[in-house]
């Protein structure tokens, strides 16, 4: 064997173990999601998420909400957590969903945010065993993931990762644009390459656009505290809709269904931000109140928001 050939073995092995198995929301959509959360924040929240944040992360969730996916592959059970999978319906069930490729039941997206959830819920109370610290950057991750409507994708094309298509004419897979093509686009075309400029064009149309839609963001039906049960079935309906709508394999895919598909996404990415701050506000609260939510004394994010707009005048 010859050095070429060793060389290019070397090559393929590193090709193959840095392919990035494209699941996740890119850096960016997680970033947008962790910032929007960070300014609806209660107090509390903020104290705990500071205290909870490793060093490395400087004071800021957003730096470290990509962590997730950089240990797939160190912490290989935590692959599944990243998404579901339905038999090919436009719907999605816990029971019949929620589950990796060994039948294990729980190990999905919703399982994994409500498992976060539990174990960040044990705060500042005894010692629970688990670190708390990889528990809330896995539920900051989570809560990102489950809001990408082809992480809510069909079994048969793996939430559209093997649908081969054209991002205008850059080869790619459905999954990928809407992880990553979708957000890099918008950006350019719109956002002069900033992503600050994108993250504030949303929280615009948080507070205006969208502001009578945020009490149903936070609220569903049932006592749980998550509602990460309808996020998963409002991605499977988007999926259906926007995402694979007038798609085949090797289509290309350009202004139209970049324009169309567009305020589906930016609106994915305020709803998550949105309720990953209730969601860490509820639990935050919830650790100094023995487990019951108290309606009067937690602020839902539409007051912060209200909060927010009075001191800025
Ligand atoms: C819950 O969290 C623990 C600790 O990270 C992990 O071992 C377990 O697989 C998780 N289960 C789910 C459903 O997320
Ligand atoms: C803001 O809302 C308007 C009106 O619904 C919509 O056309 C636009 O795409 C939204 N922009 C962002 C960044 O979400
Ligand atoms: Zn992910």
């Given at each position: 064997?010859?050095?070429?050939?060793?060389?290019?073995?070397?090559?393929?092995?590193?090709?193959?173990?840095?392919?990035?198995?494209?699941?996740?929301?890119?850096?960016?959509?997680?970033?947008?999601?962790?910032?929007?959360?960070?300014?609806y924040f209660s107090d509390r929240t903020s104290t705990a998420v500071?205290e909870l944040?490793?060093?490395?992360?400087?004071?800021?969730?957003?730096?470290?909400?990509?962590?997730?996916?950089?240990?797939?592959?160190?912490?290989?059970?935590?692959?599944?957590?990243?998404?579901?999978?339905?038999?090919?319906?436009?719907?999605?069930?816990?029971?019949?969903?929620?589950?990796?490729?060994?039948?294990?039941?729980?190990?999905?997206?919703?399982?994994?945010?409500n498992?976060y959830t539990t174990q960040l819920q044990s705060y500042g109370g005894d010692s629970s065993?688990?670190?708390l610290?990889?528990s809330l950057?896995?539920l900051?991750?989570?809560?990102?993931?489950?809001?990408?409507?082809?992480?809510?994708?069909?079994?048969?094309?793996?939430?559209?990762?093997?649908?081969?298509?054209?991002?205008?004419?850059?080869?790619?897979?459905?999954?990928?644009?809407?992880?990553?093509?979708?957000?890099?686009?918008?950006?350019?075309?719109?956002?002069?390459?900033?992503?600050?400029?994108?993250?504030?064009?949303?929280?615009?149309?948080?507070?205006?656009?969208?502001?009578?839609?945020?009490?149903?963001?936070e609220t569903?039906?049932g006592r749980s505290v998550t509602c990460?049960?309808?996020?998963?079935?409002?991605?499977?309906?988007?999926?259906?809709?926007?995402?694979?709508?007038?798609?085949?394999?090797?289509?290309?895919?350009?202004?139209?269904?970049?324009?169309?598909?567009?305020?589906?996404?930016?609106?994915?990415?305020?709803?998550?931000?949105?309720?990953?701050a209730t969601i860490l506000n509820r639990i935050f609260y919830d650790s100094s109140a023995s487990g019951n939510l108290n309606d009067l004394l937690l602020k839902s994010v539409?007051e912060i928001?209200?909060?927010?707009?009075?001191?800025?005048?």
């Amino acid at each position: 064997m010859g050095l070429p050939v060793i060389l290019l073995r070397i090559f393929l092995l590193l090709a193959i173990t840095m392919v990035p198995i494209s699941d996740a929301w890119g850096k960016e959509g997680h970033f947008m999601v962790c910032k929007i959360a960070e300014n609806y924040f209660s107090d509390r929240t903020s104290t705990a998420v500071s205290e909870l944040l490793p060093a490395d992360a400087g004071g800021d969730l957003a730096s470290v909400c990509s962590w997730a996916d950089e240990v797939r592959f160190r912490y290989r059970w935590s692959s599944p957590l990243h998404y579901i999978n339905t038999p090919g319906v436009c719907n999605y069930k816990y029971s019949r969903d929620c589950h990796n490729a060994k039948g294990e039941k729980d190990m999905c997206v919703v399982g994994a945010i409500n498992n976060y959830t539990t174990q960040l819920q044990s705060y500042g109370g005894d010692s629970s065993g688990y670190d708390l610290s990889e528990s809330l950057l896995f539920l900051a991750h989570f809560v990102g993931d489950v809001h990408q409507p082809l992480h809510v994708g069909f079994q048969v094309d793996e939430g559209g990762n093997t649908i081969i298509v054209h991002w205008y004419r850059r080869k790619t897979n459905l999954h990928h644009v809407w992880d990553v093509n979708m957000i890099e686009t918008a950006m350019k075309d719109f956002y002069n390459n900033d992503l600050n400029s994108m993250i504030e064009a949303i929280q615009m149309n948080i507070t205006e656009t969208w502001a009578g839609e945020i009490h149903q963001w936070e609220t569903c039906r049932g006592r749980s505290v998550t509602c990460a049960d309808k996020f998963a079935s409002e991605s499977i309906q988007l999926a259906c809709d926007y995402a694979y709508q007038d798609v085949e394999e090797d289509s290309t895919l350009e202004d139209d269904y970049f324009y169309s598909r567009l305020p589906v996404l930016e609106k994915r990415i305020a709803q998550a931000g949105v309720r990953l701050a209730t969601i860490l506000n509820r639990i935050f609260y919830d650790s100094s109140a023995s487990g019951n939510l108290n309606d009067l004394l937690l602020k839902s994010v539409v007051e912060i928001i209200e909060a927010n707009t009075i001191s800025a005048k």
